[in-house]
């Protein structure tokens, strides 16, 4: 049996190759959001079972099947996050947030499910979740849904597709349970397994079965958008304007049910054609009833989730991927006071050139190997210190891209001599 350690299945490692594309889509979007003025949170990763228990319903996947739950050593049941809405909402009605207030805010972090992992599905998957609380008409949805076209927009990201639907009211829902359920019982034999389930329980969800056998007896099933009740179809009629006059394109889905049982009104979703089976990108809607459900006084809401592992692939995918940042000084010694001298200049150079990145060479090496390392770097100059340029006063400066020939800069005024000189081959090179 081999000693090493495999990761956990479905668990997957970030590389140091691939995190420039995860910082790019990271930074945009706390850019983006900002600008929107949403503040971030931080909620943390371990929550009550009951929370999702109560805010994302018992009879759904997530709860039944995919959520990591364990027993600590005090005897509570705790679960890692599957989603992140249940803990934001969980923090502003436990910190006394809402008395009156209206939120915007974000987080960003890893969520857990058990699923079946494959390409764009994790175990550990990571997303950015956006909330708006205490916002009742829909001109909040359509900034959300503005927000996320203007993210793919600065990402680069062009084969995404906007759905969206309306679930009404509770009551407005309730009634159409029912129909769906009269409708779905008269056709017991044909159902699957998960079906029949969730018959009971929550029937909308037959309603996103991918089961191939399954889809003309749902393609037959009375639409939700047919059963509004009059201050929803109105809320979903606002929402449609509004996008057309911002040009965003959009589909009606009335198959659009989201796999959480706290969403109300307005659901939408991006997909993609480029992601095989995995073609969600972002999923989102409004919850004007979780908070009341938490404990919290009735408050209006609606939000989003992003999955950041699929927006990365996207990025990729249309050839935005940033490079990783070269070095412009690569700064080389010998002996032990040219290694001194080299650490003291690096850091002098970092402080008074804070745009500029130098590297150090570290490890020692002689001056071949670490000429070799500087041109591997990248780097457009090697900065020299050595016994003989110590004594002096003096570090030499030698041009790794260019036939310059090598000079020397006085050490008690290298960061403008070194500043200069990058600033004359940067207009060289432009």
């Known amino acids: 049996m081999s000693s090493l350690i495999q990761p956990v299945r479905g668990m997957n490692d970030v590389l140091v190759e691939e995190t420039p594309v995860w910082q790019l889509v990271e930074r945009m979007a ?95 998957f990571h997303q950015v979740d956006v909330e708006a609380i205490g916002f009742a008409g829909p001109d909040v949805d359509i900034e959300l849904i503005a927000l996320t076209a203007r993210l793919w927009q600065k990402l680069g990201i062009e084969r995404v597709t906007l759905q969206i639907n309306s679930l009404g009211t509770a009551d407005s829902r309730r009634d159409y349970r029912a129909l769906l359920q009269d409708y779905f019982r008269a056709q017991f034999d044909v159902l699957d397994a998960d079906s029949r389930r969730r018959l009971e329980g929550n029937p909308l969800r037959i309603l996103d079965s991918k089961n191939p056998d399954l889809q003309a007896l749902i393609a037959g099933a009375p639409l939700l958008t047919e059963h509004l009740d009059v201050e929803s179809a109105a809320h979903f009629a606002a929402l449609r304007r509004g996008l057309d006059a911002l040009g965003i394109p959009y589909a009606v889905n009335p198959r659009l049910v989201r796999g959480l049982d706290y969403y109300s009104r307005t659901v939408f979703e991006w997909t993609t054609d480029a992601l095989g089976s995995q073609d969600a990108v972002c999923s989102g809607g409004r919850y004007d009833g979780l908070i009341s459900q938490l404990g919290g006084d009735a408050t209006p809401a609606i939000g989003f989730a992003m999955g950041v592992e699929r927006i990365v692939e996207l990025v990729r995918q249309a050839g935005s991927t940033p490079a990783p940042p070269l070095p412009d000084v690569y700064v080389i010694a010998q002996g032990d ?93 432009n």
């Open 337 to 429: 006071a040219g290694v001194q001298a080299a650490l003291v200049a690096a850091e002098r150079l970092r402080h008074e050139l804070p745009d500029r990145v130098v590297h150090v060479n570290l490890g020692g090496g002689n001056f071949k190997a670490q000429f070799r390392r500087a041109d591997k770097s990248g780097a457009s100059y090697a900065l020299i210190l050595g016994d003989d340029e110590i004594a002096r006063g003096v570090a030499g400066w030698k041009s790794l891209r260019d036939d310059d020939a090598q000079r020397e800069l006085p050490l008690a005024d290298l960061a403008r001599q070194v500043e200069t000189a990058l600033a004359a081959r940067a207009e060289r090179v």
């Open 30 to 124: 706390a850019d983006l959001l900002s600008a929107y003025g949403y503040q971030e949170m931080r909620v943390p990763v371990v929550e009550n079972t009951q929370l999702f228990k109560r805010a994302i319903g018992e009879f759904t996947d997530v709860v039944e099947k995919e959520m990591y739950t364990f027993t600590d050593a005090g005897g509570e049941s705790l679960t890692l996050r599957p989603e992140a809405t249940a803990g934001m909402v969980r923090a502003a009605i436990s910190n006394g947030l809402l008395r009156g207030a209206r939120l915007k805010v974000w987080c960003i972090g890893p969520m857990f499910r058990h699923e079946k992992p494959q390409k764009g599905r994790y175990r550990q």
